[in-house]
T-cell receptor
């Protein structure tokens, strides 16, 4: 059973460009979470999605950031008009359950660098 | 806001010595508790978790943690450090006080093992 897959692993964008980060959850998992890791900080929750639904986006910046998890295909985290402060590692996690006690399985992350 | 505290961003330990990483949470309602490990340029891997039941939890790679409700703590230990334990360790919580479906992370401990 393949783990959580994320691509690309590294992404370089110039200021003002768009960044698209993809996440394929583990087989059988319908719950996807996105986290951001800034230097010298722990991971911060961004958004929780189930298939075709955003359940909790309270950790997402109000502007420029959006996420989706379509019926078919991977979950996408989209950052429009990137700025230097968006440079970070973005991790996706999936779980078979949507409860707090369920383990979340993490992907290897996408490291975004904005130049 | 509810929080997770990990003291000491960098922890040095001699090979063969005890590893002790401290984690305290702030909610009055005991959360679900997790320890994750992150190796360089990789995603997070679950070491162990506490949901209910026995308060001493054993995990992978010889690690264990004890939930102490009276101290609101979930400290991670390993009796004898190995060079391969060099990594970053994150304490995380979930549950109703933290948004239930998300993990809230501490800032992490970077563990260095000295030969």
């Amino acid at each position: 059973n393949a783990g959580v897959m994320q691509n690309p692993r590294h992404l370089v964008r110039r200021r003002g460009q768009e960044a698209r980060l993809r996440c394929s959850p583990m087989k059988g998992h319908s719950h996807v979470y996105w986290y951001r890791q800034l230097p010298e900080e722990g991971l911060k929750f961004m958004v929780y999605l189930q298939k075709e639904n955003i359940i909790d986006e309270s950790g997402m910046p109000k502007e420029r950031f959006s996420a989706e998890f379509p019926k078919e295909g991977p979950s996408i985290l989209r950052i429009q008009q990137v700025v230097r402060g968006d440079s970070a590692a973005y991790f996706c996690a999936s779980s078979p359950l949507g409860t707090g006690e369920g383990e979340q399985y993490f992907g290897p992350g996408t490291r975004l660098t904005v130049t | 806001a509810q929080s997770v505290t990990q003291l000491g961003s960098h922890v040095s330990v001699s090979e063969g010595a005890l590893v002790l990483l401290r984690c305290n949470y702030s909610s009055s309602v005991p959360p679900y508790l997790f320890w994750y490990v992150q190796y360089p340029n990789q995603g997070l891997q679950l070491l162990l978790k506490y949901t209910t039941g026995a308060t001493l939890v054993k995990g992978i790679n010889g690690f264990e943690a004890e939930f102490k409700k009276s101290e609101t703590s979930f400290h991670l230990t390993k009796p004898s450090a190995h060079m391969s334990d060099a990594a970053e360790y994150f304490c995380a919580v979930s549950g109703t006080a933290y948004g239930n479906n998300r993990l809230a992370f501490g800032k992490g401990n970077q563990v260095v093992v000295i030969p």
